[in-house]
């Protein structure tokens, strides 16, 4: 099902998948897309009717400024890094008022949270799981300190108020935009329950290994 809601002047796309005849209160994972990409993409639209078939209820968002967006430029993420904190904020928002609505309308039990994103969508997931301090885990995918997902050292650091999630990140060991040791710092940084996996590959080789891993986080952890 698709649905959309208002979070401050921007009317937010999204997707849902639910079990067949689902009427007890199931967990909810929002996937999120890499960048460039929307909502309709395999990483949420396939996996995310895959999972459904697990008990998950599985949701996922069009970025700012991607998919069915108001204004679609996905590239200014990158151009304007003046831009990254706003994003950021303007995201975790959307995150959180989706939260505030969904569980009125579908069968969520809104004590079993999971967040898989991959690239920017763990760029931008790691504030909106650490500002909401609902989720139970997360595994964010091909992601690291700095950039738009902002330094994982400081009192602004995202990654230090995680201490409540579990988290697992998944790193590529030829990764052609992110650092290992950027991919490192961000994990060093985690404070709670936490799993650094690495897997063959660069950054846009977003395959069944990758989502294998997050699916056995979510398994395991909600």
Request: hydrophobic share 45%; aromatic share 8%; proline share 7%.
């Amino acid at each position: 099902m698709n649905f959309w809601f208002r979070c401050g002047e921007e009317l937010v796309p999204g997707v849902a998948y639910l079990p067949a005849g689902a009427e007890e209160p199931m967990p909810l994972v929002l996937i999120q897309h890499p960048g460039m990409g929307s909502k309709e993409d395999y990483w949420v639209s396939e996996v995310g009717q895959r999972w459904a078939k697990r008990g998950w209820v599985c949701a996922g968002l069009d970025a700012p400024l991607h998919g069915e967006r108001q204004t679609h430029d996905p590239m200014a993420l990158f151009r304007q890094p003046e831009r990254y904190e706003a994003v950021r904020a303007q995201f975790a928002a959307e995150v959180a008022r989706m939260l505030e609505l969904l569980p009125g309308a579908l069968p969520i039990d809104t004590e079993r949270l999971g967040y898989v994103g991959y690239s920017l969508g763990s760029m931008i997931g790691l504030a909106a799981v650490a500002r909401s301090g609902r989720f139970r885990a997360a595994a964010f995918c091909l992601v690291g300190e700095g950039g738009l997902a902002g330094s994982a050292a400081g009192p602004d650091s995202d990654a230090a108020k995680l201490g409540g999630v579990a988290v697992r990140i998944v790193g590529k060991l030829n990764d052609e935009l992110i650092p290992r040791e950027r991919t490192e710092a961000l994990f060093a940084a985690l404070p709670g329950d936490k799993d650094l996996q690495w897997l063959p590959g660069g950054h846009f080789e977003i395959g069944p290994d990758v989502v294998r891993l997050a699916e056995e986080w979510m398994a395991a952890k909600l």
